[in-house]
């Protein structure tokens, strides 16, 4: 009996002890079942919050344009449905709440197959690339500018098509669309994917017109220039203004003159060109007329004492024009006229010359074609003591001499001869000098000078210089204010 009992306890032992095990096998993995729900719980929390995160860089040409969430492209709500889709309820059940259940809730939920978490790929469904597009359009734009000819340094050519950067929306927004379809959303970390705009073909508005896609043609480039120059070539001598003696260019004859080389240079037809002057000179030339002065006071006045020859300057009228031509610039030419005696080149006035104008009484003396100096002057009296006109060349030069004559006998301090007894001399015994004071108080020939301007006249004309003394030099009325001043 005794060792029926102790039988039986065993068996209960052995019994308790199985059904202990039991229990901590069904325990441990009831807790199994909450570590692997606060598993898939992290996860799905993360890849909500990764969502949020993800974004898309947009760049041009290396410089980020802006960034951009799911949500600024309308993506993230449908993105999180579609996340959340991807896990049950107990999945996406606070891990507080799931540990609550029951054994065999949590060991039934075990037994069950689980989500294996991966990327999802977000939903464009309520898509948009508003905020985008609008970043791109406050860039600063230029448009793409078309290949073109031009004419610049006397040859024509094309000048290359220049690329913009205006935007081709199209092909920029179907690119936008396709990268931001290509975004994924994990558990493991948010996204941030880059989008570089130069990347989409045609994703600027190209040139219409290209050195490849285009033929230019100088010729008709030409012609068209050719239609808004005009040459306007004057052949008068200084002070005249004949109009048969002013010669046009234009269009028509410009057309038989200009051409274009294969690489663009303009040509001028030198043969037709020297036709052209050779007619021109037919009408510019001029033999035995009065040399042109051009005066101090009156500018361009004819010398009636001196008889010379003009010719037209082919050469350098040649050379001008072809000039202008080949800028293709409008031009006005001032022809040159050659000066010409006994058939022989003529220069009258040497490189320092003195210009007596006895109209205006003034005297003025020029070096290397600019003034020295300007002065008033008192020439002879035209009752019988006229100055010489003419052209003469300075025969000496003296200083400190009496002057003696009939009625007179003075002292000046510098003299230049003109001819025999005629001279340039300083007058220090007078006061008023110019008008028409020499008219009744004029000298006995001599051009008197006012004593501070004679050094320098003396100092600048050597002997051999010009002198050229011109005007009416004959008897006139008075100016009634000057003849007040006499008398005063």
């Known amino acids: ?142 448009p793409a500018q078309d290949a073109y000819m031009t004419f610049a340094d006397e040859k024509f050519c094309v000048v290359d098509e220049v690329p913009g950067n205006e935007l081709q929306l199209e092909p920029v927004r179907a690119a936008l669309r396709e990268a931001a379809s290509g975004l994924t959303v994990d558990a493991g970390g948010a996204q941030n994917v880059s989008f570089e705009l130069t990347s989409v073909p045609d994703c600027y508005a190209a040139p219409e017109i290209t050195a490849e896609n285009t033929s230019f043609d100088f010729d008709e480039l030409l012609r068209e220039k050719v239609k808004e120059l005009s040459y306007t070539i004057d052949l008068n001598l200084e002070g005249q203004c004949e109009q048969e003696k002013i010669v046009t260019l234009k269009d028509g004859e410009l057309s038989e003159l200009l051409s274009v080389d294969k690489d663009g240079s303009v040509k001028v037809d030198e043969n037709k060109l020297d036709a052209l002057l050779a007619g021109w000179k037919a009408i510019a030339d001029v033999s035995n007329t009065p040399f042109i002065l051009d005066t101090y006071v009156d500018g361009p006045k004819p010398m009636e004492f001196l008889k010379v020859d003009y010719q037209l300057d082919t050469d350098a009228l040649s050379q001008e024009l072809q000039e202008a031509l080949q800028k293709l610039e409008s031009k006005e030419i001032r022809a040159q006229l050659l000066l010409y005696k006994n058939g022989e080149p003529y220069a009258p006035l040497t490189d320092v010359y003195v210009e007596v104008d ?82 009744n108080g004029g000298s006995h020939g001599c051009v008197n000078i006012p004593v501070d301007a004679m050094p320098e006249i003396f100092d600048t004309v050597e002997v051999g210089d010009a002198i050229i003394l011109f005007g009416k030099n004959k008897w006139f009325e008075p100016d009634p204010e000057t003849t007040r001043i006499l008398q005063s």
């Open 1 to 142: 009996m005794k060792k029926g009992w102790i039988i039986a306890l065993c068996v209960l032992l052995v019994l308790g002890a199985g059904a202990g095990c039991g229990y901590y096998r069904l325990h441990g993995a009831a807790v199994e079942a909450e570590q692997t729900q606060q598993a898939l719980y992290e996860q799905y929390q993360a890849m909500l919050q990764n969502a949020e995160q993800t974004t898309l860089t947009v760049t041009e040409n290396g410089q980020t344009t802006g960034t951009y969430t799911l949500s600024q492209l309308g993506l993230l709500e449908p993105t999180q449905q579609a996340i959340t889709a991807g896990f049950t309820a107990d999945e996406r059940m606070d891990p507080a709440v799931f540990a609550q259940k029951s054994m065999t809730d949590k060991l039934q939920w075990r037994s069950q197959a689980h989500t294996q978490p991966g990327p999802v790929r977000v939903d464009t469904v309520r898509y948009t690339d508003e905020a985008v597009v609008s970043d791109l359009e406050a860039v600063s734009r230029h």
């Open 358 to 439: 006895i109209d205006n009484q003034k005297l003025t003396v020029y070096k290397s074609g600019e003034v020295v100096i300007s002065t008033d002057v008192v020439t002879g009296n035209l009752n019988g003591f006229q100055t010489i006109t003419g052209l003469y060349y300075a025969y000496n030069k003296d200083t400190d001499q009496w002057m003696q004559g009939e009625d007179y006998l003075v002292f000046s301090k510098y003299w230049i001869g003109i001819e025999g007894a005629y001279g340039l001399h300083d007058a220090s015994w007078r006061t008023h000098f110019g008008k028409d004071f020499y008219v």
